[in-house]
């Protein structure tokens, strides 16, 4: 007998415990709401996002430019590289490109000189001259270093910018003394 009546308490739990359940709205309230974030969890572990694959890196470019080179480095070239100059110095900020590429706040000083507008707080396209910067007062000038020291500590160094009739650096001598003195390191480790 004793058997007969667990079942019979068990079979009734369900029934009681639904009943408890509809007889009032908040209970419904709080079972559809239930409901909904277990659904909701369920769906999020099942739609996984692909990872987004690195963009492969670009080979390290060390060369001085004229203004006129350095438009070609807006990124709507092949290789989709950016350059940016500030107080005559180049910088690669390919792989800040979606403040300085297409549809970026700063894209137009993609492939540009930028040192005038950051020292005036202006994302107008630059001269498409070389400028030497000399209107500036010192505080705005002061802001362009800051904004150099800026670029130094986040993206690669590549080179001058030119100005009128000045001579690129030969950058290839750097690169063999680099490497004899990295192959003389070598050597003396052996």
Do not use: C, H
Request: net charge negative.
């Amino acid at each position: 007998m004793a058997e007969g009546s667990v079942s019979s308490e068990s079979s009734g739990l369900f029934p009681s415990l639904f009943l408890e359940i509809i007889r009032s709205p908040l209970n419904i309230a709080l079972l559809g709401v239930i409901t909904l974030l277990v659904y909701k969890i369920v769906k999020s572990r099942q739609n996984i996002p692909e990872p987004i694959p690195p963009e492969p890196e670009l080979p390290k470019l060390r060369k001085d430019f004229t203004v006129e080179e350095l438009k070609k480095y807006d990124g709507k070239g092949p290789d989709g590289r950016i350059l940016v100059a500030v107080n005559g110095k180049v910088f690669d900020v390919t792989k800040g490109k979606r403040f300085y590429g297409q549809g970026g706040p700063y894209s137009a000083f993609g492939g540009r000189d930028a040192s005038r507008g950051l020292a005036t707080f202006s994302v107008v396209s630059a001269k498409d001259e070389y400028d030497d910067l000399s209107d500036l007062n010192t505080m705005e000038m002061d802001s362009v270093r800051e904004w150099e020291m800026q670029f130094k500590d986040k993206y690669d160094y590549v080179g001058r910018l030119l100005k009128p009739g000045e001579e690129p650096n030969n950058y290839s001598d750097e690169e063999e003394e680099g490497s004899q003195q990295e192959s003389a390191e070598k050597s003396k480790d052996e």
